[in-house]
């Protein structure tokens, strides 16, 4: 059964950037792509883009443009959300998940991982 | 942008009452894609309907919903002690893909 896990906690100062990775397993990684989320304490879900696993090819949403970056590498089915120059209010927990179909919704997820960013 | 903004924002009812949560769009959700997720403290959300009205894999037919356009609905037949939980939709037609704030059911 398909499976993602993610990086353990992370603590940053503001201005730094921050590094969560996403371990697929129980299907193929290249078929589907990998989804990042985000959701700040005591608040709801925030959508942050996309990285098709197959090609490479990301969609960020605006907000983000400029700060994120998601990678993946295939030999070891893992995707990537790199998010820079930190803020306070980037503090939240950061989910990867994915469709399984075109016309699903988010299926399978992380465990999440809570990013601090606190000076 | 599609906003969506979900009514109550809190539901508070008892086991075995029903539940209608509402996700109004503030454009067309085209091809009603939008999408209901449960999520529990500290854990992840879990699909429970895509495509307005189709139950994901392993959901009970307590779960159901509906409507198309701009006007969603989330339907709980029979509160069960585990059902409550925050409630968030979502469209994945329109990028940025978006979410609605949640509505918390409780326990009255």
């Known amino acids: 059964q398909a499976q993602l896990v993610q990086s353990g906690a992370e603590v940053k100062k503001p201005g730094a950037s921050v590094k969560v990775s996403c371990k697929a397993s129980?299907?193929?990684?290249?078929?589907?792509?990998v989804y990042w989320v985000r959701q700040a304490p005591g608040q709801g879900l925030e959508w942050m883009g996309w990285?098709?696993?197959?090609?490479?090819?990301?969609n960020y949403a605006q907000k983000f443009q400029g700060r994120v970056t998601m990678t993946r590498d295939t030999s070891i089915s893992t995707g990537y959300m790199e998010l820079s120059s930190l803020r306070s209010d980037d503090t939240a927990v950061y989910y990867c998940?994915?469709?399984?179909?075109?016309?699903?919704?988010?299926?399978?997820w992380g465990q999440g991982t809570l990013v601090t960013v606190s000076s | 942008e599609i906003v969506l903004t979900q009514s109550p924002g809190t539901l508070s009812l008892s086991p075995g009452e029903r539940a209608a949560l509402s996700c109004r769009a503030s454009?067309?959700?085209?091809?009603?894609?939008l999408a209901w997720y449960q999520q529990k403290p500290g854990q992840a959300p879990r699909l429970l309907i895509y495509?307005?009205?189709s139950r994901a894999t392993g959901i009970p037919d307590r779960f159901s919903g509906s409507g198309s356009g701009t006007d969603f609905t989330l339907t709980i037949s029979r509160l069960e002690p585990e059902d409550f939980a925050v409630y968030h939709c979502q469209q994945y037609v329109s990028s940025p893909w978006t979410f609605g704030q949640g509505t918390k059911v409780e326990i009255k």
């Open positions: 454009q067309s959700v085209n091809s009603n894609y």
């Open positions: 998940a994915r469709r399984a179909t075109a016309d699903s919704g988010f299926v399978t």
């Open positions: 129980g299907y193929t990684f290249t078929v589907n792509y």
């Open positions: 990285v098709d696993p197959n090609t490479g090819r990301t």
């Open positions: 495509a307005a009205s």
